[in-house]
Nanobody, 120 residues
Framework: QVQLVESGGGLVQPGGSLNVSCKAT???????????MGWYRQAPGKEREMVAT???????NYAEAVKGRFSISKDNAKNTVSLQMNNLNSEETAAYYC???????????WGQGTQVTVSS
């Protein structure tokens, strides 16, 4: 069972920046590099949406709304994936969730989420 723990959320002013991170605990015998990782967000009353993903091979994909402002990265040695968010706006207030999906089994895991609030 993969466990994902997010950190780094908080309150930021519009136009500000924030970095959220996710630490994965991988079962013995498995490897973090065998997982595609991603960040999703869910605002109150809205469906969860993809923000950014990074494959096991390092290919990145971003939602159109965040291209050029957000950057996803991972550290296979530390079992972490991070999301650097710049020029945030109030509409991006949401709970941000870390996701891991095994590259061939397809098993999927979610973290508990970290709250990001963009407000003056």
């Amino acid at each position: 069972q993969v466990q994902l723990v997010e950190s780094g959320g908080g309150l930021v002013q519009p136009g500000g920046s924030l970095n959220v991170s996710c630490k994965a605990t991988i079962p013995s015998g498995e490897f973090f590099r065998m997982y595609n990782m991603g960040w999703y967000r869910q605002a109150p009353g809205k469906e969860r949406e993809m923000v950014a993903t990074i494959t096991s091979g390092g290919s990145k994909n971003y939602a159109e709304a965040v291209k050029g402002r957000f950057s996803i990265s991972k550290d296979n040695a530390k079992n972490t994936v991070s999301l650097q968010m710049n020029n945030l706006n109030s509409e991006e207030t949401a709970a941000y969730y870390c996701n891991a999906r095994h590259v061939w089994r397809g098993t999927e895991y979610w973290g508990q989420g970290t709250q990001v609030t963009v407000s003056s």
